[in-house]
């Protein structure tokens, strides 16, 4: 237990559905990320929030949209994905403003997209 | 642009031997250097947080060193278990990249009982 809490753990969805992943953490950090881990490659980081404002947008396409509505909570929002989107994502936090403190990690969100 | 290299990218031992895992990295300004664990489908957990002014931490039977200069780090396990397998992540914070941590694709340990 890490103290960040993500779900689903396991969602299925097609290329014109809408969904949301979840994340929380109980850790009282003020940094929230989004990474996301494909098959044999490196994670990627996805978008950073810092006191709830996004400080990170790390060139990702609009149909991934990331909320923050408190700095316990952070969503992203899915639609019209693709079958590459399949993928691992995680979401952590950090207690410091600028990323460079140790990072904690939910277990992740597996997403399929047929 | 950072990139961190981890080698080998799996590795097989029986139990008991000691575990040396690799990690480099191209460019040595560093924030910190932290090593994690992921178990399969699992996330990330970290182990070790090495500040850019230590030369290395400890906990338990895990010690990770850091040589800025070279862009190494190494992460010893000492008398490993069947409980160690799984794949061990490093992840590089470089002072030109904000917010954005450089992972290397892994090591996957397989520990035979």
């Known amino acids: 237990e890490t103290g960040v809490t993500q779900t689903p753990r396991h969602l299925v969805m097609g290329m014109t559905n809408k969904k949301s992943l979840k994340c929380e953490q109980h850790?009282?950090?003020?940094?929230m990320y989004w990474y996301k881990q494909s098959a044999k490659k490196p994670l990627e980081l996805m978008f950073v929030?810092?006191?709830?404002?996004?400080?990170e947008n790390n060139s990702v396409p609009s149909r991934f949209s990331p909320e923050c509505p408190n700095s316990s909570h952070l969503f992203l929002h899915l639609h019209t994905l693709q079958p590459e989107d399949s993928a691992l994502y995680l979401c952590?936090?950090?207690?410091?403003?600028?990323?460079?403190?140790?990072?904690?990690f939910g277990e992740g969100s597996r997403l399929t997209v047929l | 642009k950072q990139e961190v290299t981890q080698i080998p990218a799996a590795l097989s031992v029986p139990e008991g031997e000691n575990l040396v895992l690799n990690c480099s990295f191209t460019?040595?300004?560093?924030?910190?250097l932290q090593w994690f664990r992921q178990d399969p489908g699992k996330g990330l957990t970290s182990l070790l947080l090495?500040?850019?002014?230590?030369r290395e931490q400890t906990s338990g039977r895990l010690n990770a060193s850091l040589d800025k200069s070279s862009g190494r780090s190494t992460l010893y396990i000492a008398a490993s278990q069947p409980g160690d397998s799984a794949t061990y992540l490093c992840?590089?914070?470089?002072?030109?990249?904000?917010?954005?941590?450089?992972f290397g694709a892994g090591t996957t340990v397989t520990v035979r009982a």
């Open positions: 090495i500040q850019s002014s230590q």
């Open positions: 850790l009282g950090h003020n940094a």
């Open positions: 992840a590089v914070l470089g002072v030109s990249n904000d917010y954005k941590l450089s």
């Open positions: 929030y810092s006191l709830e404002e996004r400080v």
């Open positions: 952590a936090s950090s207690q410091d403003q600028a990323g460079t403190g140790e990072l904690f």
């Open positions: 460019d040595s300004a560093i924030y910190n």
